[in-house]
């Protein structure tokens, strides 16, 4: 874990280097923050879809009858699960390359 940290700690030294107005600030933290925030979101959906996927199969396992009716809400959930990951992406990329706080 401090190997990870440190390596965030010197990209962010990279990142931050040279010029400091606020431009180029603001720019740099948008940066940091879609790599972040698409990361935590990418996370948080695989272990929701795992979740997912895992009670599916245990419930296709206990009562075989249903498996298409729960294949069925498994892949709406799935669905609505990727969705949120996709909202990340967009407003990752509108911080990069519409960025509302650059004047």
């Given at each position: 874990?401090?190997?990870?940290?440190?390596?965030?700690?010197?990209?962010?030294?990279?990142?931050?280097?040279?010029?400091?107005?606020?431009?180029?600030?603001?720019?740099?933290?948008?940066v940091?923050?879609?790599?972040?925030?698409?990361?935590?979101?990418?996370?948080?959906g695989?272990?929701?879809?795992?979740?997912?996927?895992?009670?599916?199969?245990?419930?296709?396992?206990?009562?075989?009858?249903?498996g298409?009716?729960?294949?069925?809400?498994?892949?709406?959930?799935?669905?609505?699960?990727?969705?949120?990951?996709?909202?990340?992406?967009?407003?990752?990329?509108?911080?990069?390359y519409?960025?509302?706080?650059?004047?």
């Open positions: 874990m401090k190997k990870f940290f440190l390596l965030f700690l010197a990209l962010g030294a990279v990142a931050f280097a040279g010029e400091a107005d606020g431009e180029s600030m603001i720019k740099a933290y948008s940091v923050a879609a790599g972040v925030g698409l990361g935590l979101a990418a996370l948080g695989a272990i929701g879809m795992g979740h997912t996927t895992a009670a599916t199969i245990a419930g296709t396992a206990r009562n075989p009858g249903l298409a009716k729960l294949m069925t809400t498994m892949f709406i959930a799935l669905a609505m699960i990727e969705a949120q990951v996709i909202y990340t992406l967009v407003i990752a990329l509108i911080a990069l519409a960025n509302p706080f650059i004047g």
